[in-house]
């Protein structure tokens, strides 16, 4: 039986999660700081809609935080809460390191940040 300071549900709801492909690239991203979603949309080359879906996902989740500034959203890691929600972070760090494709949007990232450019979604 797993055992953790976070109720069941959310722990399930995290592990649901990082299931997909497009959750776990944004995690990664949003690793080296707030970003906002136009810059995501960038650097992941997918539609805004999928982009916005799956960071509500990561939201409702706990995962993720988001704030709006005018028209856009830009949107952050959750602190940790419990022990566990810490513990898989580190984990998820250490797990990211070792993938070549979130090392190639990190990059893509840096260069494409047009909301840090003061250019932000339009």
Do not use: I
Request: aromatic share 6%.
């Amino acid at each position: 039986m797993l055992r953790t300071s976070a109720p069941n549900e959310k722990v399930d709801l995290m592990f649901r999660a990082l299931s997909d492909r497009t959750r776990l690239r944004l995690l990664s991203l949003l690793r080296g700081g707030e970003a906002c979603v136009c810059d995501l949309v960038a650097t992941l080359g997918v539609p805004q809609p999928k982009v916005s879906r799956h960071l509500a996902y990561l939201r409702r989740a706990g995962l993720v935080t988001a704030r709006r500034d005018g028209f856009w959203m830009h949107y952050a890691l959750a602190p940790a809460t419990t022990p566990f929600h810490k513990s898989l972070l580190g984990c998820l760090g250490c797990c990211f390191a070792s993938v070549p494709e979130l090392a190639k949007d990190a990059a893509r990232l840096g260069r494409s940040a047009a909301c840090s450019a003061g250019d932000c979604c339009g």
